[in-house]
């Protein structure tokens, strides 16, 4: 039977690789942005149904699992990430930035899975992505409080998913090594496509007994 993923932030990057990969794999692909991509909206296949829709629009959120009354989720992929540009270093520390950040990065990935708990099928997988940069014990370099710290509360946050949603879903957090998108800057050594490749290997093998951990895009195990 063919399978459902639901992703978020599916108009660029690796959002958008991973739609255009999903969709070649044989999968059904509910994408949603605030604002869709040319590649997508141009003729869009027949197993890709578009959604717009901002992460932090807290009242459509609350109603997505309405909208989408006649879908049965795979795999919930929240992957669409704010950085908070330089207003994140020592001095420059933008509190209305961070709180926009943390909207996106930790708020709405929690706020998507309560509103799309009926959708899921029985053994979904629950993904965010999150980043190397959200690990505590990784942080040597100091300095980007925004993200780091949204990063680190995104996998806080799964941890508790994956305690609630026991014998139900498996929730995991994944890194996806550093990649040349708008984020990640065009010195990346990652293509999206090795990523996303990467990753969706990590998805194919996850089993219930990973439920709550943090992993690389090549299924390493990462610290907190
Ligand atoms: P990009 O900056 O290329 O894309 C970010 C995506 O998030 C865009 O689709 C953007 O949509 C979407 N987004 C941001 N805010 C909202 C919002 N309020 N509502 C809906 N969508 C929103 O980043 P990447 O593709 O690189 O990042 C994807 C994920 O990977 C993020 O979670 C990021 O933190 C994480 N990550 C990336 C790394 C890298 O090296 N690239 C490294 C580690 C983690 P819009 O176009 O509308 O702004």
New binding site residues.
Partial sequence: MQKTLLL?????????EFVQQYLAAGWRVIA????HADALTAAPPPSLRLLS????DWHAVATLGDRLADERIDLLLN?????GGDAQELGKLDAEEWLRVL???TI?PAMLVQALLPRLATGAVIAS?????GSIEQNTSGGAYL?RSS?AALNAANRSLALDLRGRHTCVVL??????????GAS?P?T?HESVRGMRAVLERVMPADSGGFFDYDGAPLPW
């Fill in positions: 978020t932030g599916a108009n660029r990057g690796l959002g958008l949603i942005a605030r604002q829709l901002d992460v932090t992957n669409a990430g704010r950085y909207a996106v990065n709405a992505i999150s980043s190397k940069m993200y990063k890194h996806p090594g550093w990649v040349q998108t708008d984020m990640g990346a990652l999206p």
